[in-house]
C-alpha cells in the first residue's frame, strides 16, 4: 500500500515538478517519477526567462499565473528569482511599429508594460550599441531565474512537504486496471495511483510511442552558449532582440505582423536556422547567449544530430555583437537543448481510459507558462 499514490506524475522536468505541486496543494498524496538522477530535460538547458509578454493572448494568462506562483514560492524558498523585467529592442521602423502595437494590445490585457526611448535605451542598458537600437518596450513584472538550480530547489522543497520523489525510475509502462493505473519501472518497482499525469518531455520512444509517432508532435533543437563571467557588467533582466519581436507569438497579433512578416527573406540565414538573439546574465556574471532552432519528427528525432554546428554559433555571435559589446565575450560553454511542440496546437494532450493523462509538447514556454497551466490543468483533472 505504500506504492499507492492519489496521484503519480512521470516526468521531473518543469512541467511534472508543477504538475506535482499543484496537486500537494489539493492535499492529496503524490509522487514524482524521474528517470534521471535529476532533471535532465530541457528544463535544465534553457534560458530562464519568464516571458509571458512572448506569449499569444490564451498562454499570457497562464504565464501571469506563473509570474504569481514564482513569487509567492520565493516568498518561501530562494528559488532564484530575480524581479528585473524583460526588454524587447527594436533596431528598425518596422520591429519599432510592432512594439508600438503589443504595447497597446498589453494596455487593453491589463498587462503592465512600457515603451523606452533609443536614448532611455541605451541609459538603462550599458553595452547595447547605439547603432542597433531604435526604440524599446520594458515589461517590469517578467522575471528570470537559473533554471536548474530552481528545478531542484523546487523539489527539494516538495519533497519536505511529502511529496514522494524516486530519481533514477524509468517508467515503462502504465495500464489501468480495476479502476487503478499500475507503473511498472526499470528495476522491478512498481507503484499504483488512481490518476497518472505524464510530463515526458522530449521521450517519445519509452511510453506510448505510438500515441506520439501519429501525433503532430515536433521536436526542436536549440543552440545555445555562454560566456566567461563578466566583471563589472550588469545586463537587466530578459533581454530580446528585433529578431525575437519578428518570432515571438505575441507579436503575430499585432496589426502590422503579416504585412511585415510577408517581407521577410525566406532564404536567409536567419530563416534557415531559425535564429533569433536573446541575452540573459547568469548570477555568476556570465552571459547566456542564443538560439537557433531546427526541426523533426518524432520518429526521426536523430536526424537532429548530437553535435553543435560551429557555422551557426559564428552566426549568433555575429548578430550578438550587433547587439551587444560585452566587456569579455570569450565562450566557456556551449550546448544544445531540445523540446517538443505541437505544430497544430498550443501543447499536446491525450488521455487514456479516464485515469492516465499525458501533457507534453509545450514547446518554448515551458519556464514561463508550466507553473500556471498545471494548476488549470489538475483544477480540471481532479474535477472531471
Ligand atoms: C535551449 C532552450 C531555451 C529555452 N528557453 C526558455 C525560456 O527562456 N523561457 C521559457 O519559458 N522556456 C524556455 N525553453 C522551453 C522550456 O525549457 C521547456 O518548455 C520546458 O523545459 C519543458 O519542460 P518539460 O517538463 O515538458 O520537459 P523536460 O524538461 O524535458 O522534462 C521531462 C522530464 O521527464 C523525464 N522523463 C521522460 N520520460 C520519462 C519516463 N518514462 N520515466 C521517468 N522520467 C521520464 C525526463 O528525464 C525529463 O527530466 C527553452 C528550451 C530550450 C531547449
Excluded at 506563473?66 to 514560492?73: K, P, T, V
Excluded at 519599432?96 to 494596455?107: A, D, G, P, R
Excluded at 541605451?122 to 553595452?127: C, E, I, R, W
Excluded at 560551429?310 to 569579455?328: S, T
Aim: aromatic letters at 10%; charged letters at 25%; hydrophobic letters at 35%.
Amino acid at each position: 500500500m505504500n506504492n499507492h499514490f492519489d496521484c503519480l506524475v512521470i516526468g521531473g522536468g518543469v512541467l511534472g515538478t508543477f504538475h506535482a505541486y499543484h496537486a500537494m496543494k489539493r492535499g492529496l498524496k503524490v509522487a514524482l517519477i524521474e528517470k534521471g538522477r535529476r532533471p535532465q530535460g530541457a528544463t535544465v538547458r534553457n534560458f530562464g526567462q519568464v516571458v509571458p509578454s512572448g506569449m499569444d493572448r490564451k498562454w499570457q494568462q497562464y504565464g501571469r499565473e506563473s509570474l504569481r506562483i514564482y513569487n509567492e514560492l520565493q516568498s518561501q524558498i530562494d528559488l532564484t528569482i530575480r524581479n528585473e523585467g524583460t526588454i524587447y529592442f527594436a533596431s528598425d521602423e518596422e520591429e519599432e511599429t510592432l512594439l508600438v502595437e503589443l504595447s497597446e494590445i498589453n494596455k487593453q490585457e491589463n498587462y503592465a508594460s512600457r515603451i523606452l526611448s533609443r536614448q532611455e535605451c541605451l541609459k538603462q542598458y550599458p553595452g547595447l550599441k547605439s547603432d542597433y537600437v531604435r526604440a524599446g518596450l520594458y515589461f517590469p513584472e517578467e522575471l528570470i531565474i537559473e533554471p536548474e538550480v530552481m528545478i531542484n530547489r523546487l523539489q527539494d522543497y516538495l519533497a519536505e512537504k511529502g511529496v514522494d520523489i524516486y530519481f533514477g525510475t524509468l517508467a515503462l509502462s502504465c495500464d489501468v486496471n480495476g479502476g487503478k493505473v499500475e507503473v511498472a519501472c526499470a528495476g522491478n518497482k512498481n507503484f499504483t495511483a488512481n490518476k497518472v499525469i505524464i510530463c515526458n518531455g522530449s521521450d517519445l520512444d519509452t511510453l506510448f510511442p505510438e500515441i506520439f509517432a501519429q501525433s503532430d508532435l515536433e521536436v526542436v533543437k536549440l543552440q545555445m552558449m555562454q560566456t566567461v563571467p563578466q566583471r563589472n557588467f550588469n545586463i537587466k533582466g530578459a533581454v530580446l532582440s528585433g529578431l525575437s519581436v519578428r518570432r515571438y507569438e505575441s507579436f503575430r497579433e499585432c496589426p502590422s505582423y503579416r504585412l511585415i512578416n510577408e517581407k521577410e527573406d525566406v532564404d536567409s540565414q536567419v530563416k534557415k536556422w531559425g535564429v533569433h538573439i536573446l541575452f540573459k546574465q547568469a548570477l555568476d556574471g556570465s552571459v547566456i547567449i542564443g538560439d537557433s532552432h531546427h526541426y523533426a519528427t518524432p520518429t526521426k528525432q536523430d536526424e537532429l544530430g548530437f553535435d553543435l554546428d560551429m557555422d551557426i554559433d559564428e552566426f549568433i555571435m555575429k548578430e550578438a555583437r550587433r547587439i551587444y559589446e560585452l566587456p569579455d565575450d570569450r565562450i566557456k560553454y556551449r550546448w544544445y537543448g531540445v523540446y517538443v511542440q505541437c505544430s497544430q496546437k498550443d501543447i499536446f494532450q491525450k488521455t487514456i481510459d479516464q485515469h492516465i493523462h499525458i501533457v507534453t509538447g509545450i514547446g518554448g514556454k515551458g519556464m514561463t507558462g508550466s507553473a500556471g497551466f498545471s494548476k488549470a490543468h489538475i483544477d480540471h483533472i481532479l474535477n472531471q
